[in-house]
């Protein structure tokens, strides 16, 4: 499993603190086995912390703005 980053905590208290009437995909942090990707489990981990880390950059770079 992916570890959990201090930016991975805010991008998770960050969503959870949106208003959203959207049910839940998948649990955050997790990678969904159900699509058809062709990368193996490691690599789509890895993946999934490195789109965190930069949807957390993002945002952060945003509310400075």
Known sequence: MAKKTA???FVRERAASLSSKAREIQEYG????ALPLDLEEPVRLEMTE???QMLADTLTLRDLY
């Open 7 to 9: 930016s991975g905590n």
């Open 50 to 52: 490195q789109l965190n």
């Open 30 to 33: 997790t990678v969904n086995h």
